[in-house]
């Protein structure tokens, strides 16, 4: 990505320093608020962003992860893609990936489409549909689409950060994205072997890529609708409008949360 003109510089005058606290503050009134207890959070994240159905979630320690299967890979894929970038020195890469590789992505993402249209035609007795759906399918294409969604993500996130970007693509090659594609692996595998012990680890990861990638796009929204995009220099510059995007992120959760609950409770609604 190409900027066409010098980016505006930001200083400290976009908001006062401590309106951070004020935002945090909000933030944490939400936090501590109902359900006290750190897996019944997790839940309310996932109840908010997701069906949570049942038979098409992993179950550890004989309790369901806040998340299906679909959205546990989904998530936990996003996660793994950031990671793998900042590793790499991609932190603020802002150009996409080559042609080749975004095709591939795309494929990636492509695949939890055709998978979970194969998953909802299931639900309806008689319908014909391409293939048995199961949970592990369910894992691996939203793994893919997670990593896909990161990889592009990010590039788009530095440019509408940063002042100073890195010219470095978000993922330069095909032995890059195996290296991504290779961690998701072992994620995925540790994930459908439902091994009690990761309960805690696997429930708060997956709710992290959650928030992670909610706040990140929630913060490219507030920059732009600003007019204050490509404008922070340091971590402290950044600090208010991710603080912002983290505290539209909860209360987007916690509308949904109450909109559901309202919808499934007093109207009856089966979801």
Not at 68 to 85: D, K, N, P
Not at 136 to 152: D, W
Request: with cysteine; hydrophobic share 50%; aromatic share 8%.
């Amino acid at each position: 990505m190409q900027r066409s003109q010098k980016p505006r510089k930001l200083g400290r005058s976009w908001l006062p320093l401590w309106t951070i606290g004020i935002v945090l503050l909000i933030a944490a009134i939400i936090l501590f608020a109902p359900p006290a207890s750190l897996l019944g959070k997790c839940d309310a994240v996932g109840y908010a962003i997701c069906h949570r159905i049942p038979e098409r979630s992993f179950h550890l320690a004989g309790r369901q992860l806040p998340l299906c299967a679909r959205c546990t890979g989904t998530y936990l894929g996003a996660l793994i893609g950031f990671t793998t970038m900042w590793a790499l020195g991609h932190r603020r890469a802002s150009n996409l990936p080559p042609t080749k590789v975004i095709v591939l992505l795309v494929g990636f993402i492509g695949s939890m489409g055709v998978d979970g249209l194969n998953s909802y035609l299931s639900f309806f007795p008689n319908t014909p549909h391409l293939y048995e759906p199961g949970n592990l399918l369910r894992l691996i294409t939203g793994t893919l689409n997670g990593l896909a969604l990161s990889i592009i993500v990010l590039p788009v996130f530095n440019f509408t950060l940063w002042r100073e970007v890195s010219p470095l693509r978000s993922i330069r090659n095909f032995r890059e994205l195996a290296i991504a594609v290779a961690l998701a692996a072992v994620m995925v595998l540790t994930v459908q072997a439902e091994l009690d012990f990761l309960l805690y680890p696997l429930a708060i990861l997956s709710i992290l890529g959650v928030l992670f990638m909610l706040t990140a796009v929630n913060t490219m929204i507030i920059l732009i609708v600003t007019r204050r995009e490509n404008v922070a220099e340091t971590w402290l510059d950044a600090s208010l409008p991710l603080s912002l995007g983290l505290l539209t992120t909860l209360v987007e959760i916690a509308g949904m949360d109450l909109l559901r609950l309202a919808l499934t409770q007093q109207l009856g609604l089966p979801f």
